[in-house]
């Protein structure tokens, strides 16, 4: 087999978007026949002892494409921290699969897991500006104002400004107010620190939609595997959204 790049055959075989490996192997955590990786090196699956964190990749899995209702108090990784768990606690499958994308600790909703790497390269990227659909919950009504400033972008606490974003009231009582909002990137916390810049306080925090794929009536901290359309449905979206964007860009 023709040598490849690390972070490909990484990426292939579940451990994450190539952005991801290539962290991994800068991190030190990758080696090819005894030896540390380098970054941009390349390696025949084939051929050559691949292990990451000591374990043998690998080189080829079933792929699982899962959709979870993320509960509060849950960490979007592999990994736990401070004691709290990780999202995959709620997965039981036999396949390595990684969380497409980031709910923070309390923000509850759909999460996608995967071990196509490909598939979650294209789904983070910027460039495919993936939508994304939420439900904020608020203490009070926010003004017209602030509305308006959510919808053309705001800069955040470290001088980074949001792109436009659909914000709707869907939902107002005397306790508390409910919005709907769709953005096409996916900044660290994005939502809460749009909220925050703007002067309103989050009481929760839903993720209802990426892409083509809705939560629907899923229960909270249950999972099901996507069907065949949903799986095909989400790579024609990242396609159509790559299209979009070029013309977009070449526009300009």
């Not at 809460?192 to 990426?210: E, F, H, K, Y």
Request: with cysteine.
């Amino acid at each position: 087999m023709t040598k490849e790049r690390l972070q490909k055959i990484l990426a292939r075989a579940g451990y994450g978007s190539r952005r991801k490996c290539e962290n991994f192997i800068e991190q030190g955590r990758v080696t090819v026949n005894g030896k540390t990786a380098r970054p941009g090196q390349k390696a025949d699956p084939g051929q050559d002892d691949i292990r990451f964190d000591g374990k043998a990749i690998a080189p080829s899995q079933q792929k699982r494409y899962i959709l979870l209702n993320k509960p509060a108090g849950y960490l979007s990784s592999r990994r736990s921290q401070g004691g709290n768990p990780t999202v995959l606690a709620l997965v039981d499958v036999e396949e390595r699969v990684f969380p497409v994308g980031r709910l923070d600790l309390e923000s509850r909703g759909l999460l996608l897991l995967t071990n196509d790497g490909e598939l979650t390269n294209k789904i983070t990227h910027p460039r495919y500006e993936i939508e994304k659909e939420y439900l904020v919950t608020l203490p009070h009504a926010p003004t017209e104002g602030q509305l308006e400033a959510w919808r053309r972008g705001v800069v955040l606490e470290d001088g980074d400004r949001t792109q436009p974003a659909e914000v709707a009231l869907v939902a107002m009582s005397n306790e508390e107010s409910i919005l709907r909002v769709i953005i096409r990137e996916g900044k660290k916390r994005h939502i809460r620190r749009t909220a925050r810049a703007l002067g309103l306080s989050v009481i929760s925090l839903q993720r209802v939609r990426i892409g083509p794929l809705e939560l629907g009536n899923l229960r909270e901290g249950k999972w099901r595997q996507l069907k065949q359309e949903e799986i095909n449905a989400l790579r024609r979206g990242v396609r159509e959204q790559k299209t979009s964007s070029q013309r977009k860009h070449e526009g300009r």
